[in-house]
């Protein structure tokens, strides 16, 4: 990532797009909102960018980008080789960086850009990977570590808020964890 200008590099816009995302959505995001958000004027935003559908495709291509590995390779580093510990460091550092709205949103995003949407598909991929291999490293068959990987990625992508109002997401997740490693 380059520094031109002011000192920001691509992926602050990129960060500053993703927390704009998380609240106000894909509309949300434009020239005057990012500027804002950084205090920067608009010439900085196209130092970077060509415009805004450029910006739109480097967000959309950041969000499945390598960082995403990097979490399932941290979690899997921070666990020591104990599957359980791994899931539940993924799941904590999602959370930390307040991942499963930025996942909402870009899910809500991909139904009307393709782009964003084959950035979804990438992170489907490299999940499912991840939490099949997790789930036979606790001892699951094949097939069994599927349905589980399923049933972990299907809660992720269920708008929790919506589908069971009065609910926390982080208790629900935490309760269907335990039965799925139980």
Not at 16 to 31: H, K, P, T, W
Not at 151 to 177: C, I, N, W
Request: proline residues 2%; without cysteine; aromatic residues 8%.
């Amino acid at each position: 990532m380059s520094r031109l200008g002011t000192g920001l590099l691509q992926e602050d816009w990129l960060h500053a797009g993703q927390d704009i995302l998380r609240v106000e959505g894909v509309d949300g995001v434009s020239v005057k909102s990012l500027t804002d958000r950084l205090g920067v004027t608009k010439g900085s935003f196209y130092h970077h960018f060509r415009g805004l559908d450029d910006f739109l495709t480097d967000l959309a291509n950041y969000f499945s980008g390598d960082h995403l590995s990097l979490i399932f390779d941290h979690a899997r580093e921070e666990a020591k080789g104990d599957p359980i510990v791994e899931l539940e460091a993924i799941r904590r550092i999602i959370e930390a960086d307040d991942g499963y709205r930025l996942m909402s949103a870009m899910r809500a995003w991909a139904k009307s850009n393709e782009v964003a949407a084959q950035s979804i598909q990438k992170l489907d991929d490299v999940s499912r990977k991840n939490l099949v291999r997790i789930f036979k490293d606790m001892g699951f068959a094949p097939q069994d570590a599927k349905v589980r990987a399923f049933m972990v990625h299907a809660l992720g992508v269920t708008d929790v808020d919506r589908t069971f109002p009065g609910l926390s997401y982080e208790k629900l997740q935490k309760s269907v964890l335990d039965i799925l490693i139980s």
